[in-house]
């Protein structure tokens, strides 16, 4: 048994059907929405706004509040042990609110970001900061002393996601060039490298680079590592690609599957993974073709999802409820205008996962 799947829950078995999964709330709001995360308590969920603001929804009222306006677009949200929120800008600015809704402050560090922060992470038990970019470091920190930031380097071009290990002894990191690396969260010293580099494209055309490692996850249990992007190129400056993640084996390194969408034609690329308590992988999608919800067994012979959720429009970010019975969806479109192919604004949708019937307040 590696450290990892040690002092871990094992999967559980509620016995939820994803085949059930229903629309249980809908939020439109004036401006596209690019990012969103649930509060730690499941009561509240937050999201950032093409309009540079922050707000937050009160889930059982509905009732909606602006926490802040900012300098910048926020690409990047962790909800906080305190009941703050940690928020990540695109000029690699790091802020925190309150959770009483007091205004938002700079999180002070040794050594910041120096350009767009592309993911923050809380470890599950509330002790580690984890924030990474386009300056291609991953900064970690203990949240009670942000100013004593290590730098973790190595990653040789952009990192888009960071994601702490069931255990939160090691955290991993994926860049552009498909490098998935680990790392000891208390000493910060650099461990294997897992190869996700069928994610990432190059384009001789136009002199470009694409794709890789946008999103990770792991199994409750710590057994599995997903590692989500682009696996087809068709056209990556127009951004169609075909969507895949990766399926690695923690213990061994070695690479199990390439899960795939279950429409083989649709283009688009993977904005959201997490694994539910019972062990399936849900992955969220969003680009040309649309917004998509795929459920996959982990554990079966089969590439292909055993269930697909088509969304009413292309789908941004993606957060699972804390008690894993509830999906929040950012959608880059709103309302429909009638007669017209446009959308206003953003949404947030939640989908209640097996119709259980909880989730509607």
């Known amino acids: 048994m590696s450290d990892e799947t040690k002092d871990v829950p094992p999967a559980k078995n509620s016995g ?7 629309l249980a709330k809908e ?19 937050y999201a950032a706004a093409m309009d540079r603001t922050l707000q937050r929804w009160d889930y059982g009222s509905d009732a909606r509040t602006t926490l802040a306006r900012l300098d910048s677009w926020a690409g990047a949200l962790a909800p906080l042990a305190d009941g703050g929120l940690l928020t990540g800008t695109y000029r690699g600015e790091l802020f925190v609110t309150g959770s009483d809704g007091e205004p938002i402050r700079p999180l002070r560090t040794q050594t910041g970001h120096t350009a767009w922060i592309r993911s ?27 100013a004593d930031a290590r730098a973790l380097m190595g990653h040789e071009d952009e990192v888009y996601a960071v994601c702490f290990s069931p255990n939160n ?7 552009l060039l498909g490098a998935v690396r680990t790392w000891d969260v208390q000493t910060g010293g650099a461990g294997r490298v ?8 190059y384009d001789p055309a136009y002199r470009a680079r694409f794709g890789g490692a946008r999103r990770l996850a792991f199994s409750p249990d710590g057994r599995w590592l997903a590692c989500g992007g682009p696996g087809e190129n068709i056209f990556s400056m127009a951004g169609e690609f075909k969507p895949a993640v990766l ?29 539910h308590p019972d062990g399936f992988l849900i992955g969220v999608g969003g680009g040309k073709s649309g917004g ?49 192919k446009e959308h206003i604004g953003g949404a947030l949708r939640v989908y209640l996962i097996g119709n259980t019937g909880r989730g509607k307040s």
């Open 16 to 22: 939820v059907d994803p085949k059930r999964t229903t």
């Open 27 to 45: 939020w439109y709001f004036s401006s596209p929405l690019i990012t969103c995360r649930w509060d730690r308590t499941g009561r509240s969920v």
């Open 120 to 146: 923050a992470e809380v470890s599950s038990d509330g002790r580690w900061i984890a924030t990474t970019g386009n300056d291609r470091i991953v900064r970690v920190c203990p949240a009670a002393e942000p």
């Open 169 to 175: 002894q090691h955290l991993v990191s994926g860049d």
């Open 194 to 201: 897992f190869d996700a580099s069928q994610l990432h494209h």
């Open 247 to 275: 399926l690695f084996d923690w213990e061994s390194g070695d690479q199990k599957a390439v899960l795939k969408a279950s429409d083989a034609s649709y283009q688009g690329n993977i904005c959201g993974l997490a694994f």
């Open 292 to 340: 998509r919800i795929w459920f996959w067994d982990v554990d079966a012979d089969s590439a292909l999802p055993f269930h697909t959720l088509v969304l009413p429009t292309t789908a941004k970010d993606f957060d699972l409820h804390p008690e894993g019975d509830r999906l929040l969806i950012a959608h880059y479109d709103g309302k429909p205008v009638r007669d017209v």
